[in-house]
């Protein structure tokens, strides 16, 4: 440690500092060894020390300095902007593009930051949009020479390559009350997966002749939301209690509705030949699912992740889709949309019309027969409980 009194070095920090303002980098370099001597735990006097040996050309001595301030704290704006230009000038794009990303994570809130910060964390944002581009035509054409074509190669993999690219994000299964481990993270299964489809999706006409007898029933359709006395409220994008999303049920919590399912006969039989989610008390439910025009379902997620849910379109008018994680799906009359429901979801109605799909809930066919068993007498057990 320097014996230089405490009053001494403030007056030497300042001197170093107003060389600098006057150009004169090598009388601030020469000022500022004196003063990292004795306080090398200050971060701004090291940057200041960068500043110095960037002038001067001394580009070691620069990064040095630059190590020490990120070193003492790493949330400082100026020296992750001066190490990011370093890196740019080098033509270091890879190293560039992080320190770039490290000034906009790390950035304050813009109203706790000076103007000259914000212009960092400015310049820093086209900066990260600039690297990003480019480093996405790197990629794809890449990825073009070794065969891929958007829309026709793999779609797992055109999705890797979006959260790659950081254009979507990861969705992962996150269910209200049950969690059965060690099931695939899928968002959509899809239709050729299942060889009981193509029965079912067969009768969609049967089954949409029984459902526009019911469509003119206002009576008929209740809110899919409705409150609970014995529950907290929830106002689910307010549809709590509203027709703008409603519901006509076949079976209700593994109950079958007898008069609904004395009107739509049809309908039942087609879906019992699929493999219900069965848990006494609890599920399966089938129902036709209404949404009016201009509704939407807000993100959710749903029960439990054993069992998948199943949508036939059967009114499904333009403007209408599905979204599930990071993927979007339109609905097309007679062909069956299988999902995961405890990944984040979400539907909308932008027609001028209803849109009608049958829901029902099917257990997950990666479920062996006996933990099918065993998780339908969990979500019966629980369902008994306390009343």
Known sequence: MSGIPATDLE???????EALRRGDA???????????AAHPEEAGVWYAM????RDLGDAPAMLEALDRVLGLDPGHISGLSMKADHFAALGDDRAAQAFYRAVVTKAPAPQYAAPAIQELIRRAERQCAHYAQRYETHLRGALSQAGFQPGASSRRFGQSVDLLLG?????????????????PQRQFYERDEFPWIPALEAQT???????????GDDLAFRPYVRSDGSRPPKEFGGLRDKSDWSAFYLIENGAVVAEAAARCPATLAAVEAAPLCKAQGCTPSVLFSLLRPGARIPPHTGHNNARL?????????GGCALRV?????????????IFDDTIEHEAWNDSGEIRVVLLFDVWRPELTL????????????VESYGG
């Open 11 to 17: 007056t030497t920090a300042r001197t170093a500092l």
């Open 26 to 36: 090598a009388r601030a370099r020469a000022l500022l060894d004196q003063v990292v």
């Open 50 to 53: 960068a500043l110095a040996c």
């Open 167 to 183: 254009k979507t994000q990861i969705y992962l299964q996150s269910p209200t009350a049950f969690y059965f481990p060690e099931l």
């Open 205 to 215: 006409d049967l089954i949409r002749d029984e459902l526009l007898n019911i469509v």
């Open 309 to 317: 849910i199943c949508h036939l379109p059967l009114i499904v008018p």
């Open 325 to 337: 994680g990071n993927e979007t799906r339109p609905w097309t009359r007679g062909e069956m949309l």
């Open 370 to 381: 006996e933990e099918r068993d065993l998780v339908a007498a969990t979500l019966t057990a």
